[in-house]
């Protein structure tokens, strides 16, 4: 062992630049995916840091002995959402609530950092009136979930527990609307739980994207790995060739790869971190931005994936050595390429078979898991199916084409279909993914933007008779206004132009003792998630971008250290270098681009079924053309831009002389 | 009467790398259906010398004309025009792009110089009988022997009817017998394209079937034959 240590230490000292060039790509190949994973499980873990912190809020019924009263609600403030705690304690040791230094008394309230903010000279006195009490401390960090949060603490006397006949299912405040929860003796605050704040679709849609991108990261991960496997084959041939036994070639190989590996999980840890900082300060979700910390995954999450990275680049790079340890003068020659079968596209059919069974499943049982289980496997079959695309587009474009870029790009499909594929897998996968959000969130629910309108929520059907009485006792003191009944029995009142609405909401509830909410209000949680979902969108989608740009670069930086005397012999009898540099560029964005098209279509096919699993009865809504173009134009040159990214490479390689290569 | 003359003409040729001088003040013509042997130790500077006859590399002092017309001094963009149009090589591995097929590889230059793509396979078709190399025209590099492998590499420098065929120690990789019909072919080709011929070498006998020897060390010519 101590020699193989030794000779893979001499193999990278003295492979000199080329070795260098080598152990940056894969370095770079690992760390690009090991930042993704980090930053898609450090967002999970922020959304379940972040219900956690909101948990003491939702009153969990006593075990013990109760020591006081609680209740939860949400009230709007200016189109805005705050959450309001009320307590009363019915003993003389009530639990301390977190971010506060006692129990509230009667009439007291503190409110978040954010939420005194909010309340101007008018408002604060409009509040206090609406809570019936007076505002006297703030909540500390470790009572809100984010810095944004509007949160009030009220201490009111006047609660009694709701009696245990009315008492509502947990279930009924799912969905985060401003129905009240009963009233709840309690005798602690819970530490950690499910919030019915943060509706499930935000924990859903985040291990959705986290599936999306993920998968072709670890698909990434692999060929990060295998980058420079040909030439590395071709040494440690040489090796065996010499008289190297099969495990001192393997174990050579697998030092060489995780020396490359360790430091590219080192540069990704570092990226990831960089992310993270851009995440909580510039990106709101949830109402509100992250803190750094919340978006720190576990060291025992954090050691799963890195030491899980470094086991997948290894045991890729071995794979990819069983040739050189079976028939290594077949590698030194480099007689041997793979051609795709088409039984590939039966693991496609499969995949996509699996997928659709799990809809009725998911319907029926509620098990989300199995359907993001379903949709994963649907991404994993892409790159299975990809390469079978790119032999067909390299057949495609030699007879379609004339020049020699076409002609050399499309044979350098057909000769290697696979290697093709891999560095661009991560592009026909956002396809995948931009389809698969271009029609989810175009089928999200229309939101109402409507302040000029307060409705009185009647909360359910058959409840008429409190519209007309509304209606009536309201009519004197409204002269003017226009009401409005829906067909569920909801009163709604026009307000005049320019109306202060929370001045007028309290003189409405004054009258009818029921707190009426602006249409915009009534649609906060749509909004909050419609907003969140679009802007999402956009960081998945850029994040897998950027991945896939990257991706491609290496892979055809990778690709052209393979070639660099060929490349540098047809540069010697005068080829230009923007031909060299073209035919790259074609053999990246011709799959690219029909993949692509392909693909966004099977993506929007799979967020439709995805939509109908959670929600069976919603209208799906086909996304426009255009949009589904431009992700095509973006992977297209996303692919072109990442091949750009090799040029430097190329010229390196073309301004060595020959013999030195 | 039109007097003949060298279609390559090389005066005063120095090239140095650093302290190293590669060539030193080297005078030499190339004529049209002639061969040239380049001899020499390892590192005596043949390659430098072909590189800078085929206007890869500049000279540090001297010229190079191409049929009267000076290409030392040319923008590189048009010596590489130049070696498209006007120049053939062939190196000691073939370096035939390995995804293409042996007719593609041949027709490859003529798809640079713009030739439309039937016509360029149609003339690329044209060399693999002659050459012995007929049936072997839609296999990949990987799949020809090394002697068939050069055959098509010379295919693919005769191809464009090029004034001068530079070859990069052409048979170094090849066993005696193969040299032999490989450097046969090499000069019956470049003699019914009417061109010149430069050929780096380490072999005696290569050098012996050349028209003019020239021997190189530390940069200089030593002999001529």
């Known amino acids: 062992m101590k020699n193989i240590l030794s000779l893979a230490g001499s193999l990278l000292r003295g492979g000199g630049r080329r070795t260098i060039l080598d152990l940056s790509l894969t370095v770079v190949g690992v760390a690009i995916p090991v930042a993704v994973i980090l930053l898609v499980v450090g967002t999970v873990t922020g959304f379940r840091e972040r219900e956690n912190a909101m948990a003491w809020r939702e009153p969990t019924p006593a075990t013990a002995e109760a020591t006081a009263l609680q209740r939860r609600s949400y009230q709007p403030w200016k189109g805005r959402r705050v959450d309001i705690v009320e307590l009363r304690a019915i003993e003389s040791t009530p639990p301390v609530p977190p971010g506060m230094d006692r129990f509230p008394r009667e009439g007291e309230v503190w409110v978040s950092p954010a939420l005194r903010e ?4 008018d408002g604060w006195f409009t509040f206090e009136q609406r809570v019936g009490g007076q505002i006297v401390g703030l909540l500390e960090d470790e009572a809100l979930a984010h810095d944004d949060e509007l949160v009030a ?4 006397g006047s609660l009694e527990p709701t009696p245990e006949d009315e008492l509502l299912p947990y279930d ?39 599936a999306l991108l993920v998968a072709p990261s670890i698909s990434l991960l692999g060929a990060g790995a295998r980058l420079t496997a040909a030439r590395r084959g ?31 999980i080192g540069l990704g840890v570092a990226v990831a971190l960089v992310g993270m900082a851009v995440v909580s300060s510039r990106i709101p979700l949830g109402g509100g931005r992250f803190s750094f910390s919340d978006l720190l995954p576990s060291p025992l999450a954090v050691s799963v994936i890195l030491v899980g990275a470094l086991l997948v680049a290894v045991a890729s790079a071995l794979a990819g050595l069983r040739e050189v340890r079976t028939t290594p003068l077949g590698v030194v020659r480099q007689g041997r390429r793979k051609r795709p079968g088409w039984r590939r596209f039966l693991v496609m059919v499969v995949a996509w078979t699996a997928f659709i069974a799990t809809i009725p499943f998911t319907q029926g049982t509620g098990e989300y898991v199995v359907l993001v289980a379903g949709l994963a496997v649907v991404i994993l079959s892409i790159s299975t199916v990809g390469p079978v695309f790119a032999w067909f587009m390299g057949w495609l474009t030699i007879r379609l084409t004339r020049g020699p870029r076409g002609l050399v790009a499309g044979r350098r499909l057909m000769a290697d279909p696979i290697g093709s594929f891999r560095p661009t897998t991560g592009l026909v996968l956002i396809s995948f993914v931009a389809g698969f959000l271009l029609l989810s969130s175009a089928t999200l629910p229309e939101v109402s933007t409507n302040d000029s309108a307060l409705v009185l929520a009647t909360f359910g059907p058959g409840d008429r008779s409190d519209a007309t009485e509304w209606r009536q006792k309201l009519a004197d003191v409204y002269p003017q206004a226009t009401f409005d009944e829906s067909a569920h029995g909801d009163l709604a009142i026009m307000l005049p132009p320019g109306a202060d609405v929370e001045a007028e909401r309290a003189r409405i509830a004054g009258i009818t003792g029921t707190f009426p909410l602006t249409e915009a209000e009534l649609d906060f949680e749509n909004r909050l998630f419609t907003d969140d979902v679009r802007r999402a969108v956009w960081v998945v989608v850029a994040i897998a971008l950027i991945q896939a740009a990257a991706a491609t670069g290496v892979g055809s930086a990778a690709s052209v250290l393979e070639q660099a005397n060929t490349l540098a012999a047809l540069s010697l009898t005068g080829t230009p270098t923007s031909q060299l540099q073209g035919a790259r560029a074609l053999q990246s964005a011709i799959p690219i681009t029909v993949s692509s098209a392909v693909f966004v279509t099977l993506g929007a096919a799979a967020g439709g079924l995805t939509i109908v699993g959670i929600q069976p009865d919603v209208t799906i809504v086909v996304p426009s053309l255009v949009q589904a173009a431009l992700v095509v134009v973006a992977a297209a040159v996303a692919a072109v831009a990442g091949t750009s990214l090799s040029r430097p490479v190329l010229q390196s390689v073309l301004t060595q002389p020959l013999a030195e290569r | 009467m039109t007097l003949e003359r060298p279609v390559l003409i090389g005066r005063d040729l120095t090239k140095r790398y650093g302290d190293v001088t590669a060539i030193d003040a080297v005078d030499i013509d190339v004529w049209r259906g002639s061969s040239i042997a380049l001899t020499g130790p390892s590192g005596a500077g043949k390659t430098t010398l072909l590189h800078v006859l085929a206007g890869i590399i500049r000279p540090d002092r001297g010229t190079v004309a191409l049929d009267g017309v000076r290409i030392d001094s040319a923008s590189d963009r048009e010596r590489s025009r130049l070696r498209r149009r006007h120049f053939g090589f062939v190196f000691q591995e073939g370096y035939l792009v390995p995804e293409l097929t042996a007719l593609e590889n041949v027709a490859l230059p003529l798809l640079l110089l713009g030739n439309p793509k039937s016509q360029a396979l149609r003339e690329a078709q044209r060399w693999f009988e002659p050459f012995g190399i007929g049936g072997l025209e839609h296999r990949r590099p990987a799949e020809l022997s090394g002697g068939q492998a050069q055959r098509v590499a010379i295919a693919r420098a005769i ?46 006998e290569v050098a012996a079937r050349c028209d003019v020897q020239i021997s190189i060390l530390d940069g200089r010519l030593r002999q001529a034959a």
């Open chain 2, 159 to 204: 191809v464009t009817g090029p004034s001068v065929v530079f070859a990069d120690e052409p048979t170094a990789a090849l066993d005696s017998e193969t040299t032999h019909r490989t450097m046969g072919l090499l000069e019956s080709a470049v003699r019914h394209a009417n061109a010149g011929l430069v050929v780096v070498t380490h072999d005696p």
């Open chain 1, 172 to 210: 009924h405040r799912h969905g985060g609307g401003f129905l009240p929860s009963d009233v709840l003796p309690v005798s602690e605050f819970a530490e950690s739980g499910e919030d019915p704040g943060l509706p499930l679709l935000y924990m859903v849609s985040a291990w959705i994207a986290g």
């Open chain 1, 118 to 121: 909010a309340l101007d000279e």
């Open chain 1, 234 to 264: 071709r040494r440690l041939a040489a090796l065996r060739l010499a008289g190297a036994t099969s495990g001192q070639v393997t174990a050579l190989a697998a030092l060489e790869t995780a020396f490359g590996a360790v430091l590219g």
């Open chain 1, 153 to 156: 603490v009220v201490g009111n």
